[in-house]
Structure formats: C-alpha cells, structure tokens
C-alpha cells in the first residue's frame, strides 16, 4: 500500500461513523391495574378511539407500580397485543426485580421512576382529557435533559426567552422557569417549561408546562392550535378541544385533575 492510499484510508476514519447523544422526549405511560382483565383492551381501544392520529405508533412506557405483588404475567403477549392497537412498548418501570427480568426479556428498556404529579385518591375522571396517570416519563426525560442531554435550547435560567419561530422538530426546554415566545411554534415542535409557557404568536405542535410537577403552571398563548398542550404531566389533545376555542387567544391550566382551556379577553 503506497503512502498516499494509507493517508486517504486514515483521513477516511479520521470521522467518527456515528454520534451518541441524549435526547428528551414526550412518552405515553400506561399504569396498569390487572393486565388480565377482560376489558382491558376494549377501553383502550375506545380510549386510543378519541385521538386516534395522537396514539398512532406511540411509544409507550408500562408502569407496574400497582402490580408489585400480582400473579405474573406474559409481558411479551402484552406487548403484541399493545402493538395491535398501534402503540409501541418500549420499557417499564416500577417493576418488581421478575417483572422486570421479563421486561428485558421481551426487549424493553427499564425506566426510572421519575417525578409524577400528585393523584387523589377516589377522585372523578377528568373530563375531555386523558385517564391516563401523570406521565412520568416526561418527568424522567426532563431529568436525562437536566443532566446535560442535548436537549434543545435546556438552560438553568429563572426565564427563557425565544425571538425566532420554532420549527418543527426542533424542542425548546426552559429548565428551572418559564418559556417566552415572541414568535409562532410549528407543527411537530415542542416546548417545555418547568413554569409557565407564553406564547405570542400561534401554537403549534406540543406544549407542556410544569413538567417537573408545578401543578400550578399555565400555557398562554395568542392563538391555540396545538396538537397536545400539558400541564404537570395531564395532558390534552386536539381532538378533545372544542372548535370555538381553535385559533383563538387562550390560557390553560390545570382545575384539579382536569385540564382547563378559557379565552383571554
């Protein structure tokens, strides 16, 4: 080998063939409380019935926190029958030590516990928003964010400010307060805020508030269109906002364990 090919061989090793790199993402966590009940895949179905484009090929992590000293089941059938639906599990957490050997075993991941929002015991419904439990997998994403994934925009500033559009794809983290925007978000596009989330144009894709539990953050904005708005992990969708409030300028809160929408004046 001639000197000149050995210098092209290295110069074409000289680049790394991939980057590994931590991300934070919104995920869907499905708290089970008999993973044998007859019924169970009927209420999802009629549950995944109500936003049917938001649950599509969702990832979705499985909390066993309720089942700790149930009989053992096969998380494997659980898992097909789940992908039956178009959701896709990906990993449990609060699993037993066997629960979790099984887990593995079906090739998921394991989660950590996380930060959840408060639950009360023997509390109604909420209307016009998920059953589901706060989604403690945004908690977790958001601490993987904290500890320095590169999660777009994260910073330890009381407030943050944003001045150009968010596009879609991208996510804007505020770590510590809240999230201005003086521009409009894009379809696909996500912000979180441990705060408040202000946004002075249109929103867009997804926005969640007090993700690290701050029951008591807002979502205002100039003109609602997003696909998902939460606040301390309860969360709503655009199929469950009625249409007079499309487009128009709105804060969002929480009421309890129901997620509030109400003009501005």
């Known amino acids: 080998m001639t000197s000149a090919t050995q210098a092209q061989t290295a110069g074409a090793h000289s680049v790394q063939p991939f980057q590994l790199r931590g991300g934070a993402y919104t ?5 089970l409380n008999d993973p044998k009940d007859p019924v169970l895949f009927q209420a999802l179905a009629d549950k995944i019935a109500q936003a049917p484009n938001f649950f599509r090929h969702a990832p979705v992590v499985i909390d066993l ?27 449990v957490q609060n699993g037993s030590e066997e629960q979790n050997r099984a887990a593995v075993n079906a090739g998921w991941s394991l989660f950590p516990e996380g930060r959840q929002a408060p639950l009360r015991d023997n509390a109604p419904a909420p209307r016009a928003a998920s059953d589901a439990p706060p989604s403690a997998a945004v908690a977790a994403a958001v601490e993987a964010a904290k500890a320095g994934a590169s999660a777009e925009g994260a910073q330890t500033s009381p407030a943050r400010l944003v001045t ?12 510590g307060g809240d999230l201005v925007v003086m521009a409009s978000i894009s379809a696909g596009a996500e912000l ?7 946004v002075y144009g ?64």
């Open 27 to 31: 995920l869907l966590v499905l708290r």
């Open 65 to 91: 926190q309720n089942l700790v000293d149930a009989p053992p089941f096969n998380m494997a059938e659980l898992g097909r029958r789940l992908r039956q639906h178009q959701l896709v599990p990906i990993g």
């Open 192 to 198: 979180l805020a441990d705060g408040h989330i202000h």
């Open 164 to 175: 150009q559009p968010v596009r879609s794809g991208r996510q804007v983290y505020a770590h």
């Open 202 to 265: 249109a929103l867009r894709g997804r926005a969640l508030a007090g993700v690290s539990g701050d029951t008591e953050a807002r979502i205002f904005c100039r003109s609602l269109e997003a696909e998902l708005v939460s606040i301390a992990g309860y969360w709503r969708v655009r199929d469950d906002i009625p249409e007079a409030l499309i487009g128009k300028p709105v804060q969002i809160f929480l009421d309890g364990e129901r997620i509030a929408i109400e003009p501005l004046a």
